[in-house]
């Protein structure tokens, strides 16, 4: 059966299980239709409006299961879209929130815990000689940025299609455009929506492209600040670098003398405790934190060299925040990296264990039914592609059966499993044998 084929068939009786889902998750459905009275959206993120056959209400969590305000138990896979490194409500992280919450939420000053997260931060991330704290991906990339710039007495920067690094309008382009907006900008950064700001400072250039990277640098290095990327394209497909693509970005920035931004907000704490530069070997200038740094609360970070990040310790640079070093969220960031750097970092065996299991399980059981199917990713964060071949850039993966995938999340959520509409799968600490076997005859099922 061919793809086109796949795109017309209800391969996975997803009509039926749609509306069995509606049935169980009335409670759901309800509140939806009150939230959209006062919220705009109804959801309080854009992504989240994507939930089919309509975004679920929770009610808790406890490590790998997740339950809605029907009742309704599901293996959790997508884990709040990644910060759930330990899974839901892990004792260790809730009872050190617990104890700084009677210490009090908030100080606008500085505490101890600044100063011990950051002392951990140092010893596992390769690039952290220094470190300062936000409260998102978002805010922490701009602050990576603008040193850049201070340094460097640049403007411009390099980014690459398909990669995410955040809602702000500099760096909200060539996100994931479509073919047709694609061939409209041409070489052009392409916005997202509607409002953004003309005349932005972005360079786009397609991902593991080295000539492309090669031919930019040669007609404009002179303008570029650095160059910024998922070291692991998680956003878009969950696409690696090539073969010596991340030393040739460390090279061609160096020969610049530009710098090397790596956001890892992402892939940070989740390929490891030295996150992606620790797993593929290269420093980067600076690097972005955030999701699974803090298990589940609201903290980022940047990581950087003594040189790049004296600029903020001199006040050349400005960052501020009134939140920033909140000690709830870094009392969590600190129960966290603990946790996860015990028995010198002994999970993530279990976790690149479980997440080959699950990976090839999910690739057998799905090519057994006859579909065209590859993943891609590593250990604890991959993506389902329902196409024939393994792409290697974000256009290689414009291709993809989104409708099929789209069917298989909702049967997966009739049999009690929780995707993402995206394609990419997480796994936590919580994660067990058992919940990944369960996930398997699941899927058998379908």
């Known amino acids: 059966m061919s793809t086109a084929d796949l795109t017309q068939t209800d391969f996975f009786r997803a009509g039926v299980r749609e509306n069995r889902v509606r049935d169980k998750a009335a409670g759901s459905l309800s509140r939806y239709r009150r939230a959209v009275q006062t919220l705009a959206g109804g959801v309080s993120s854009g992504l989240r409006r994507s939930a089919r056959p309509f975004p679920l209400y929770f009610a808790g969590g406890a490590g790998s299961q997740i339950t809605d305000v029907d009742g309704n138990v599901y293996t959790d896979y997508a884990l709040a879209w990644g910060p759930l490194i330990l899974g839901h409500a892990p004792a260790v992280v809730n009872e050190a929130v617990l104890s700084q919450l009677r210490r009090g939420s908030t100080y606008g000053a500085q505490h101890d815990l600044e100063i011990e997260v950051s002392e951990r931060l140092r010893s596992c991330i390769p690039c952290a000689k220094q470190v300062c704290f936000a409260n998102s991906g978002t805010e922490i990339v701009q602050v990576a940025l603008r040193l850049a710039r201070a340094v460097t007495r640049r403007s411009k920067f390099l980014k690459f299609e398909g990669h995410y690094h955040g809602w702000d309008?500099?760096?909200?382009?060539?996100?994931?455009?479509?073919?047709?907006?694609?061939?409209?900008?041409?070489?052009?950064?392409?916005?997202?929506?509607?409002?953004?700001?003309?005349?932005?400072?972005?360079?786009?250039?397609?991902?593991?492209?080295?000539?492309?990277?090669?031919?930019?640098?040669?007609?404009?290095?002179?303008?570029?600040?650095?160059?910024?990327?998922?070291?692991?394209?998680?956003?878009?497909?969950?696409?690696?670098?090539?073969?010596?693509?991340?030393?040739?970005?460390?090279?061609?920035?160096?020969?610049?003398?530009?710098?090397?931004?790596?956001?890892?907000?992402?892939?940070?704490?989740?390929?490891?405790?030295?996150?992606?530069?620790?797993?593929?070997?290269?420093?980067?200038?600076?690097?972005?934190?955030?999701?699974?740094?803090?298990?589940?609360?609201?903290?980022?970070?940047?990581?950087?060299?003594?040189?790049?990040?004296?600029?903020?310790?001199?006040?050349?640079?400005?960052?501020?925040?009134?939140?920033?070093?909140?000690?709830?969220?870094?009392?969590?960031?600190?129960?966290?990296?603990?946790?996860?750097?015990?028995?010198?970092?002994?999970?993530?065996?279990?976790?690149?264990?479980?997440?080959?299991?699950?990976?090839?399980?999910?690739?057998?059981?799905?090519?057994?039914?006859?579909?065209?199917?590859?993943?891609?990713?590593?250990?604890?964060v991959f993506q389902i592609h329902f196409q024939e071949h393994v792409p290697r850039t974000y256009r290689e993966m414009l291709p993809i059966n989104n409708k099929l995938y789209s069917d298989f999340g909702v049967a997966l959520l009739d049999e009690g499993v929780l995707v993402l509409p995206d394609g990419r799968w997480y796994l936590s600490a919580a994660h067990t044998e058992n919940d990944i076997q369960k996930t398997l005859s699941a899927v058998e099922r379908l």
Not at 201 to 217: I, K, P, Q, S
Not at 255 to 280: K, M, N, P, W
Request: net charge neutral.
């Open 169 to 380: 309008d500099s760096v909200l382009v060539s996100t994931q455009p479509s073919r047709e907006r694609i061939a409209n900008y041409g070489a052009a950064p392409v916005p997202v929506g509607m409002g953004q700001r003309p005349g932005c400072d972005a360079l786009v250039v397609e991902w593991n492209d080295r000539m492309g990277v090669e031919t930019l640098f040669a007609a404009r290095g002179k303008e570029i600040s650095c160059v910024i990327c998922e070291p692991m394209l998680c956003n878009s497909g969950c696409i690696p670098p090539g073969d010596g693509f991340l030393e040739f970005l460390r090279e061609i920035t160096q020969r610049y003398r530009s710098l090397l931004v790596f956001d890892e907000v992402i892939t940070g704490f989740r390929l490891g405790l030295g996150g992606a530069q620790g797993y593929y070997g290269i420093t980067p200038d600076l690097a972005t934190f955030a999701k699974a740094l803090a298990g589940g609360l609201p903290l980022s970070a940047l990581a950087g060299s003594d040189e790049v990040m004296g600029l903020i310790a001199s006040g050349k640079v400005v960052h501020s925040g009134t939140l920033n070093g909140n000690p709830l969220c870094l009392a969590a960031a600190k129960a966290t990296i603990d946790t996860l750097a015990e028995a010198d970092g002994a999970v993530y065996k279990r976790l690149w264990r479980l997440g080959t299991i699950l990976r090839q399980g999910l690739e057998e059981g799905l090519r057994r039914k006859h579909l065209p199917v590859v993943t891609t990713g590593s250990g604890p």
